[in-house]
């Protein structure tokens, strides 16, 4: 464990290692047998799953809390709470009302109040050893969260109020940034992850201004700063490492070497982005330690910091992860294992089995995500299409394969998806990771219908 290692990779020099950051949510309940929201409630029980998860895994830093409803459950959004997922968003206060409506922002109230006072305590546990990361929702992300997915029609149709809504965001995440700032975070980290929702264009007319000056904010009080996107951000790779972050960090759908590539040109640290259901969730500790080997070898040694691509799943079996970090902290047993670890055969999902779209009586509307109830683009493209199908009058069966599960790995393999969300329409990919226009998918859903001679209901 190396707080200094650590530091010295996000600020893009050389280390003799890998940093090594597992992003430690509420999987930090399952480590202690809490559920997500016992542990995400309690600064004693975030210290608790947080110490175990140092002695387990060997980090070089940890999140306090992972946990993007922070913000938005304090300006008045309803969450709905699982066993074994962070909460998630189930209403939009700015759908119908304005932002003078919403409550004032208090930041280290709530439930941030527990991380913060969590955090005071893991310095003084750990002192200098380890580096603690702040998560802070980014300004696009939080400006979903209260305004939803008419969002993306004010894009095109009401600009201005975009631009409002993504300023008042701006002073939101500034607040928040300070607040752990100020009870001693070591790295500020934004996350935003709905950027993956959009084009480049309107990346750089809605979302690069604000979002640089919450990356400016926190460095000029002199901490370094992480801008962490998951999801397919390959068209915004280039905008997103042109931004003011010390380090930008992405999951699996980027790969390595272009992320470190598109970096190193911009002059950034980057991190990520071990494979959280395939490698983490639902393999082996070989496969950990296959992948973890990959990914250092596609990295190098300066500016890398090797982590999960995004907040670890509840029930990851906590043996991976310790392979994971054997492969960071041992190189001798690292190049055993490249001697040792021999190609595993393609699973091809023989045993699943899809719809008999031919057969079904109405469009078979297959959405194929992370989980839409953790994972904010995942909930989103999931609202947009119970929405379109509502609109649409036809007759629609929506299934969300959850790629959380080996079934749901299945269906994707079998589909052909290679974006996280899509949306498939009788076993084709229509909308492959960004959200459709409300209007675009209801005419797929009714283009469909009418190919298949369907009738409305």
Known sequence: MSRALLLEAIRNRTTPRPAWVPYVGCHGGALIGKSARDYLCSADLLVQGLTTAVA????????????????????????????????????????????????????????????????????????DELAWYALVCGPF????????????????????????????????????????????????????????????????????????????????????????????VNPNLEGLAATHADNLSVDEQVPMTRLREVCQRA??????????????????????????????????????????????????????????????????????????????????????????????????LDVITLDSTSCAPCQYMMEAVRRAAERSGVRCYINEHKIKVRQGLGVMYKLGVRNLPSVCIDGEVRFASLIPDPNQLVAAIREAAARRGLHRP
């Open 56 to 127: 387990l895994y060997r980090p070089d830093g940890l999140p306090v809390m992972f946990d993007l409803q922070l913000e938005a459950e304090l300006l008045g959004c309803r969450l709905h709470w699982s066993d074994d997922t962070p909460p998630c968003v189930v209403d939009h206060p700015l759908e119908q009302g304005s932002i003078a409506q919403l409550p004032h922002f208090e930041a280290g109230g709530g439930r941030m109040a527990e991380g913060l006072r969590a955090l005071e305590i893991l310095h003084t546990r750990f002192g």
């Open 141 to 232: 992300t939080l400006a979903n969260h209260l305004r939803g997915n008419q969002l993306f029609l004010d894009m095109c149709d009401e600009p201005a109020r975009v631009h409002e809504l993504m300023a008042y965001c701006t002073e939101i995440a500034c607040a928040s940034a300070q607040a752990w700032m100020d009870a001693g975070a070591d790295v500020v980290a934004i996350v935003d992850p709905m950027v993956s929702q959009i084009s480049p264009s309107d990346f750089q007319q809605m979302v690069q201004a604000p979002l640089n000056r919450v990356l400016d904010f926190v460095r000029l009080r002199g901490r370094p700063v992480s801008l962490f996107v998951c999801g397919d």
């Open 267 to 364: 002059g950034k640290s980057f991190g990520g982005n071990l494979r959280l259901t395939a490698t983490l969730l639902l393999g082996q500790p070989d496969d950990a330690r296959r992948e973890a080997i990959e990914r250092m070898d596609a990295a190098g040694t300066t500016g890398f910091i090797l982590a999960p691509g995004c907040d670890l799943p509840y029930a990851t079996p906590p043996a991976n992860l310790r392979a994971v970090a054997e492969m960071v902290h041992d190189p001798y047993a690292r190049e055993t294992a490249r001697a040792l670890l021999a190609q595993r055969a393609e699973d091809h999902y023989e045993d699943v089995q899809l719809p008999d779209y031919a057969a079904a009586d109405g469009v078979v």
